[in-house]
């Protein structure tokens, strides 16, 4: 089991940032989503034992927290959101550095931080000050101290931040191939599509509780699936036909938007037009984004916290 949380909360002074946590989930790849302030950085602070928590409890791969503190840190990698090193440092010692304090012998985390620096692009930058790198270059470095011990699990925390377009694409190319490598994957971002290029499940965090858990797939299916379907010259009449069938429509550009609901089938669909000698020339199912899927439950959440009036 990756995760298993029972009831986890997290306070500081007074301030509630984890409220009652509690999911189980058995993942390759997770995107922890939420707006700014949602807990998903003490979340990750939690699960590494970097921070103690004030109740329930938490397992990781397996090992409990905070007994197996130590040992849930040997097993996993965490690249942080913030820069965390010293200027004058070159890469290859700061890597080196970190791979001791994950529990390599000096000469191991030394030859080892060598081979990561090469991977992730910075062989040649390796004996180079930390503080001479682009914004690029110290994600980079980032990594490779996250990945230098060999772990089994990495935490991303906003790997992404700051790259520009090209930097950002190989960033997350080195994202899948670390996933393709059996290394499992907890991704942390405000980028949405980044999630949908890397994960297979989410867990979604909102004011310190959690809104969501579980595969990205069930997130992305809709009650009501749309069907975005096209005709030679005959949108019109088909509109017609689909609302006297009962069919929610509307136009979308040069193509009609059907939302299916109920009984009501693509295959309904279909027939109508055969029915009524309708030539369908565009017809495609639309997949609900996950942005789409997200603003929707955390709007479903807010709902649900907003006093009603005279409440």
Known sequence: MLFRLDNVQKDYKGFAALKGISFELESN????????????????????????????????????????????????????????YLPYMTAVDYVSFNGQLCGLPKSEAFRRAHEVLYYVGLGEARYRQLGGFSTGMKQRAKLAQALVHGPRLLFLDEPTNGLDPKGREEMLELIEDVRERDVRIVLSTHLLPDVEKICDSVVMLNQGALVHVGSLAELQKSDDPVIEVGTRDENARFVTLLTEAGFAVEQAG?????????????DDLVRLAVEHKVQLRHFLPQRLTLETAFLALLDQETSRARPELGA
Not at 41 to 62: D, F, M, R, W, Y
Not at 74 to 80: I, L, T
Not at 258 to 265: A, E, I, N
């Open 29 to 84: 790849a997770v995107g922890l989503l939420g707006p700014n302030g949602a807990g998903k950085s003490t979340l990750i602070k939690a699960l590494l034992g970097l921070i103690p928590i004030n109740g329930g409890s938490a397992e990781v791969l397996g090992m409990r927290l905070p007994q197996d503190a130590r040992a849930i840190r040997r097993a996993v990698g965490y690249m942080p959101e913030n820069d965390c």
């Open 254 to 266: 040069m193509h009609l938007k059907v939302r299916l609901s109920g009984t009501q089938s693509a």
